[in-house]
């Protein structure tokens, strides 16, 4: 549920939508992985990490597992 809840806040946020991928990883806690359009890394990031800080916040509100940590990847990162 957390990386539906991710996935849709990020896809509202950038400018190719489609381009947006989040897989959760469960070693060491919850790691969200992102995959973002090149274009769209700022966007996501904010300024000054003010975006990312603000997704990890609302994150870790719903999330029932503690600590979620998010990795923001371009889609041509493996």
Known sequence: MIDETLEHLVRGIVDHPDDVQVKQNNRRGVTLEVKVNPEDM????????????????????VSDKGNVRIDILDVDER
């Open 42 to 61: 700022g966007r996501v990031i904010g300024k000054n990490g003010r975006t990312a800080t603000a997704l990890r916040t609302v994150l870790n509100a």
